[in-house]
């Protein structure tokens, strides 16, 4: 079996690229569940400014929205304990994947079987689809704390105005404490953040990281 294999080229590119295409699938499947946990979470809080921002609010109201902003909380918590981990070896798997894909063509350069149109459109589908995870994920964590942060932002405003009695000036303060003293955080394991910022950065290394490679092929 093994030298029917050996000897079938076009066999192994059909194998390579099947798993590929299945990995991909897979894997993509695992990021839409995260992306709508995250996106459910960004939709409750919307649903919490719009309350907020619909007219005079009163203590009573306050209170519900309070208790709205733990359970959210409580849930974005939950979803970091649980996919902290898979959200970094997201990040990580992209990482040497584009080092494998970027240091395997350069170092094989030469050889006419990296020039086939296979292996170009198997590398092009593992590198977008390595980019995509990461892309997604930070996108739908930034998008979700914006709106918490218009949450803050809404109760600190609505703080200042003198229409507001001292009891509901008193539950806002209290919701505006409970954010800045706690607000919403969502990391890699607790290993760094997830925004953009962070995103940029996690690139930048991998670019320093190939330009090592091409200096040490050109040497």
């Known amino acids: 079996m093994l030298l029917i294999l050996q000897s079938n080229e076009d066999l192994w590119n059909i194998i390579l690229f099947t798993k590929v295409t299945f990995t991909t ?41 309070t208790n709205f902003y733990n359970e959210l909380h409580d849930f974005i918590r939950q979803f970091s304990g649980f996919y902290s981990w898979q959200i970094l070896l997201t ?9 494998y894909v970027i240091g395997f063509k350069m170092l094989h ?9 296979t292996w170009t459109l198997v590398a092009s589908v593992s590198v977008f689809h390595s980019l995509m995870g990461p892309f997604v994920i930070t996108f739908c964590c930034d998008t979700t704390k914006t709106e918490f942060r218009k949450i803050f932002k809404i109760c600190y405003n609505l703080e200042q105005s003198a229409v507001y009695t001292n009891e509901d000036k008193k539950e806002l303060k209290l919701l505006v404490e409970q954010f800045t003293t706690d607000p919403p955080v969502f990391t890699a394991a607790g290993f760094f953040e997830i925004n953009r910022s962070n995103l940029m950065s996690f690139f930048s290394s991998t670019a320093m990281y190939v330009l090592v490679i091409i200096q040490l092929r050109n040497q």
Not at 26 to 34: G, T
Not at 109 to 117: K, L, P, S, Y
């Open 25 to 65: 699938i897979v894997q993509a499947l695992h990021y839409d569940v995260i992306c709508v946990l995250l996106l459910i979470v960004k939709e409750k809080a919307r649903l919490v400014n719009k309350s907020l921002m619909a007219g005079e609010v009163k203590a009573k109201q306050l209170r519900k929205v």
């Open 91 to 99: 990040f990580l798997a992209c990482f040497l994947n584009l080092l």
């Open 109 to 117: 350069n030469d050889d006419e079987r990296i020039a086939g149109v």
